[in-house]
């Protein structure tokens, strides 16, 4: 089954490169990747996630504007009933990253399921893809199977 996934570089960050590795390296491994490039906005990423019937966001951030470009996305995916789809982050978050774990706990309050620095290999976040969407659907299965019988 192919699982597809939006990726794109939030706000007005135009880093391209670690997001055109990222979507060779997913494609290479079996995912439809809707990739919305550098400098898009947060509704982009929601439309697209609704649009493809994405089973997981990708925002990638490097110019160190993160935190401001993010503030109400988790609200955006909320109101278009988006909750069941997994969002990741990942780059150079905050500007400086002395604290890389106080980066990630902002983050993930802000409700993101994974947050990945800039070191971050992309085998590791396919890895994660993986155990998260297999995962939820093998609940998803559990649960089918649990309301037929
Ligand atoms: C090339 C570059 C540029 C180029 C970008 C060209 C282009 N179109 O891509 C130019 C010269 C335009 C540029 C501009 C700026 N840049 Co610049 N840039 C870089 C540089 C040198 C390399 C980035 C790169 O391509 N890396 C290679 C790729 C493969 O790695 P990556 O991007 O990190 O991506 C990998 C991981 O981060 C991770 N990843 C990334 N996103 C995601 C998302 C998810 C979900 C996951 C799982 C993983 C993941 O996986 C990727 C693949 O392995 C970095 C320094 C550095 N060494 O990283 C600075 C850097 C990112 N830039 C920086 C800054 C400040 C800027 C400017 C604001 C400078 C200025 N004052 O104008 C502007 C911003 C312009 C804009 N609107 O975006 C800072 C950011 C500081 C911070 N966050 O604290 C850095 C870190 C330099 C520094 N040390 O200060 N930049």
């Known amino acids: 089954m192919t699982r597809t996934v939006v990726l794109g570089v939030i706000g007005s960050d135009a880093h391209v490169v670690g997001i055109t590795i990222l979507e060779q390296a997913l ?24 649009a493809h019937d994405a089973e997981a966001v990708l925002v990638s951030s490097l110019y160190g504007h993160a935190k401001q470009d993010c503030e109400g996305f988790h609200q955006r995916i909320a109101d278009a009933d988006l909750e069941d789809v997994t969002t990741y982050i990942g780059g150079n978050l905050a500007v400086g990253q002395d604290d890389f774990e106080e980066t990630r706990q902002f983050f993930r309050e802000l409700g ?32 089918s199977q649990s309301l037929s019988a």
Do not use: H, K, W, Y
């Open 27 to 50: 494609s290479a491994n079996g995912f439809d990747v809707v990739n919305l490039g550098v400098q898009s906005s947060q509704d982009e990423f929601v439309e697209a996630a609704a």
């Open 112 to 143: 993101f399921d994974r947050v990945f620095d800039s070191e971050t290999d992309p085998e590791e976040a396919i890895e994660a893809l993986r155990a998260d969407l297999d995962m939820r659907s093998s609940e998803a299965e559990r649960e």
